[in-house]
């Protein structure tokens, strides 16, 4: 007869959460604190006289109304992150944020902004990269419905607040030898 393994979990604490612990499988490496200044924030802009929304991290010209703050990317590379790049497209004045491709996927790049996790961690939020195709506008939304525009996709998960992470979990593999 087989292993039942839907009574099995891994739990982080000692007392395995009341149940009967089996065996011990690793310990748990623990991340040192980041710098002083680990975040920047992202904030979102509009240009309405070109129907262009910004998101960047930089203070952009007067032309450009602030609308909301996004949330706040990495300074640093971080377990999970991606590089996101403040890109342009010339033909359509369009704004839009990239990640992962310093290219900027044939844009002109304007900067780098920092560091964006492709995974949740606790205090995150998602945002989406959205088009509107009437306006031939990118932008970022916290909303998934990209306020009723087309979703591109997910670009990943910003810190709603610029505080101090004091520690990230990381379970290694081990083996039961």
């Known amino acids: 007869m087989g292993t039942d393994l839907t009574n099995h979990f891994i739990s982080t604490e000692p007392s395995c959460e009341g149940k009967k612990t089996e065996y011990l499988m690793g310990y748990l490496a623990i991340m040192p604190p980041l710098p002083q200044n680990q975040f920047v924030a992202l904030s979102n802009y509009d240009r309405s006289d070109q129907r262009d929304n910004w998101a960047t991290t930089a203070k952009p010209p007067r032309e450009y109304a602030f609308e909301v ?7 640093a590379q971080q377990p999970h992150s991606l590089a996101v790049y403040d890109c342009y497209i010339d033909s359509w004045r369009d704004h839009m944020l990239v990640v992962g491709d310093p290219s900027c996927g044939g844009a002109r790049k304007l900067g780098f902004m920092g560091y964006i996790s492709s995974r949740p961690f606790p205090g995150s939020l998602p945002i989406y990269r959205c088009f509107d195709a009437q306006a031939t506008n990118h932008f970022i939304s916290l909303d998934p419905r990209c306020d ?3 979703l591109e996709w997910l670009a990943g ?13 990381y379970l290694p593999l081990v083996s039961r030898e």
């Not at 703050?69 to 300074?75: A, E, P």
């Not at 998960?157 to 979990?169: C, D, T």
Request: charged share 25%.
């Open 157 to 169: 998960y910003v810190a709603s607040r610029p505080y101090r992470i004091e520690s990230i979990m």
């Open 69 to 75: 703050r996004l949330g706040y990317l990495f300074t």
């Open 148 to 150: 009723g525009k087309k």
